[in-house]
T-cell receptor
Framework: DSGVTQTPKHLITATGQRVTLRCSPR?????VYWYQQSLDQGLQFLIQ???????AKGNILERFSAQQFPDLHSELNLSSLELGDSALYFC?????????????FGPGTRLTVL | AQKVTQAQTEISVVEKEDVTLDCVYE???????LFWYKQPPSGELVFLIR??????QNEISGRYSWNFQKSTSSFNFTITASQVVDSAVYFC?????????FGKGTTLSVSS
């Protein structure tokens, strides 16, 4: 158990809808990363937040947005969903381990868009 | 730009065979980190190893070993005497300090 929690575990929705994925980082970790794992694109970095502020952006679509709240939990919002958004979404939080800012991955949220 | 290539999409072996998973990376930085993760059928990402660019020593952990060669930009992973439980997707990843850049993964199937 990494200490990172993600809810829900599974989500099934229809095209055009909007969903919110939630991530609670490990206690004390200030950074949260979101990754998407899809059949087409593989595992790719979407966005990073550090202590409430956006720190880095990867291949995140404009239909997707994220935020990190004062209690450090993060939400990834996906809107105008398309079939191709079906994927496993991972959240990771980072903290220092052996002199390195280690990322700890949550169990993922599996999104199915029908 | 950073890039990780895992040329082997799928590998099938029989139990007790040794198997090597290849990973080639590209980066312009002199300081970077390389990783291997395992993703079993249950879907979670299991951390296996992290190596920094200044440490080219090979590492062995039980049946697992890793060979890091900066000269060829490779970080290969060998499983000795494979077991059915090793069946999974294995990802190689690169980081220059923040986000991880993953390869496409190699699906390893070990049959009994």
């Amino acid at each position: 158990d990494s200490g990172v929690t993600q809810t829900p575990k599974h989500l099934i929705t229809a095209t055009g809808q909007r969903v919110t994925l939630r991530c609670s980082p490990r206690s004390g970790d200030l950074s949260v990363y979101w990754y998407q794992q899809s059949l087409d694109q593989g595992l790719q970095f979407l966005i990073q937040y550090y202590n409430g502020e956006e720190r880095a952006k990867g291949n995140i679509l404009e239909r997707f947005s994220a935020q990190q709240f004062p209690d450090l939990h993060s939400e990834l919002n996906l809107s105008s969903l398309e079939l191709g958004d079906s994927a496993l979404y991972f959240c990771a939080s980072s903290g220092w381990r052996d002199g390195y800012n280690e990322q700890f991955f949550g169990p993922g949220t599996r999104l199915t868009v029908l | 730009a950073q890039k990780v290539t895992q040329a082997q999409t799928e590998i099938s072996v029989v139990e007790k065979e040794d198997v090597t998973l290849d990973c080639v990376y590209e980066t312009r930085d002199t300081t970077y980190y390389l990783f291997w993760y395992k993703q079993p059928p249950s879907g979670e990402l299991v951390f296996l190893i992290r190596r920094n660019s200044f440490d080219e020593q090979n590492e062995i952990s039980g049946r697992y070993s890793w060979n890091f060669q900066k000269s060829t930009s490779s970080f290969n992973f060998t499983i000795t005497a494979s077991q059915v439980v090793d069946s999974a997707v294995y990802f190689c990843a690169l980081s220059e300090g923040t986000a991880l850049i993953f390869g496409k993964g190699t699906t390893l199937s070990v049959s009994s």
